[in-house]
């Protein structure tokens, strides 16, 4: 299986400033298509996961461009800038370019 | 509006059987992969089945590989899970969502416990 390591787990941030977050993966995510199924996510206190990013670096519908996603091979990267209240939760890289599909653990964004 | 509902949670005993459903709206259901998601309390996400749109393949992880089948009905464009010998480590939210290369939408989530 494909181990998705998420860091780091907890992440203080002030208002307005910026962060990042790293998903390291033990194999490359690059698809026999060619492709790269690397995606992220952000779960809200009390929600469902909602899908920020797909294939690394596009934003899904409704997602402001505040977030940012990049990488390549096994090493990816969420930036979020200019943070907001609603930003607030954990995130979570998804890998699915191999069965079976693996998350990361998780990376909980709170206030300084 | 891309909805997905699940129903059929609830409290069940060990080695016993549950069947999960999931009504699909707003899209066409039988043009997408659907896959269902959990996520134990407290804990992180963990993938759990997926189907083709045509129904005619499957795939699982190892720790419910032989114990749950993921079927669709593409007519009632709804999406079940069939969960046997239950187990307490089953215990989780449970998450019907679109699958688009990405799980691009979520179900609001059904809890499952598994308890004597």
């Known amino acids: 299986d494909v181990l998705m390591t998420q860091t780091p787990v907890s992440l203080p941030v002030s208002l307005g400033g910026q962060v990042s977050i790293s998903c390291r993966s033990s194999?490359?995510?690059?698809?026999?298509?060619?492709?790269?199924?690397l995606h992220w996510y952000l779960q809200k206190p009390g929600q469902s996961p909602q899908l920020l990013i797909y294939?690394?670096?596009n934003r899904f519908s409704g997602v402001p461009d505040r977030f940012s996603g990049s990488g390549s091979g096994t090493d990816f990267t969420l930036k979020i800038s200019r943070v907001e209240p609603e930003d607030l939760g954990v995130y979570y890289c998804?890998?699915?370019?191999?069965?079976?599909?693996?998350f990361g653990a998780g990376t909980k964004l709170e206030l300084k | 509006e891309v909805q997905l509902v699940e129903t059929g949670g609830g409290l069940v005993q060990p080695g016993r059987s549950l069947k999960l459903s999931c009504v699909a709206s707003?899209?066409?259901?039988?043009?997408?992969?659907m896959s269902w998601t959990r996520q134990a309390p407290g804990k992180g996400l963990e993938w759990v089945a997926s189907?083709?749109?045509?129904?005619?393949?499957?795939y699982y992880p190892d720790s419910v590989k032989g114990r749950f089948t993921i079927s669709r009905d593409n007519a009632q464009n709804t999406l079940y899970l069939q969960m046997n010998s239950l187990r307490s480590e089953d215990t989780a939210t449970y998450y019907c969502?679109?699958?688009?290369?990405?799980?691009?939408?979520w179900g609001q989530g059904v809890m499952v416990t598994v308890s004597s």
């Open positions: 969502t679109r699958e688009n290369w990405a799980f691009d939408y």
């Open positions: 707003g899209f066409t259901f039988n043009n997408y992969w």
């Open positions: 189907i083709t749109n045509s129904g005619g393949s499957t």
């Open positions: 194999q490359s995510l690059v698809h026999s298509d060619g492709n790269t199924y």
């Open positions: 294939r690394v670096s």
């Open positions: 998804l890998q699915s370019t191999h069965f079976p599909y693996t």
